[in-house]
Nanobody, 115 residues
Framework: QMQLVESGGGLVQPGGSLSPSCAAS????????MGWYRQAPGKQRELVAV???????TYADSVKGRFTISRDNANNTVYLQMDSLKPEDTAVYYC?????????WGQGTQVTVSS
């Protein structure tokens, strides 16, 4: 079993930055691909970014060039650096850990972009 705890969300003005993180415990972090997803009110949960065990990354088109996902295997943590934030980035952001057999989700952290 893996436990995931997100932190670092909050309220920011348009054009600002936030850097939520997700701390993992209970399993071997380096064996899992890690992802950030988000869900806005009334919308389906969507992929934001993924970082594989190899370090390769994938981003949703809507965040390319603005968001950066990274991982620290020594500290069992994945980060999402979010720059140039827009009101449409407002959502609950969830951390996901997955392999071919297992999937784990965190509880989410709220990100609100508003003036």
């Amino acid at each position: 079993q893996m436990q995931l705890v997100e932190s670092g969300g909050g309220l920011v003005q348009p054009g600002g930055s936030l850097s939520p993180s997700c701390a993992a415990s209970g399993s071997i972090f380096s064996r899992y691909a890690m992802g950030w997803y988000r869900q806005a009110p009334g919308k389906q949960r969507e992929l934001v970014a993924v970082i594989l065990v190899s370090g390769a990354t994938t981003y949703a088109d809507s965040v390319k060039g603005r968001f950066t996902i990274s991982r620290d295997n020594a500290n069992n943590t994945v980060y999402l650096q979010m720059d140039s934030l827009k009101p449409e980035d407002t959502a609950v952001y969830y951390c996901k850990a997955f392999t071919g057999a297992d999937v784990y989700w965190g509880q989410g952290t709220q990100v609100t972009v508003s003036s």
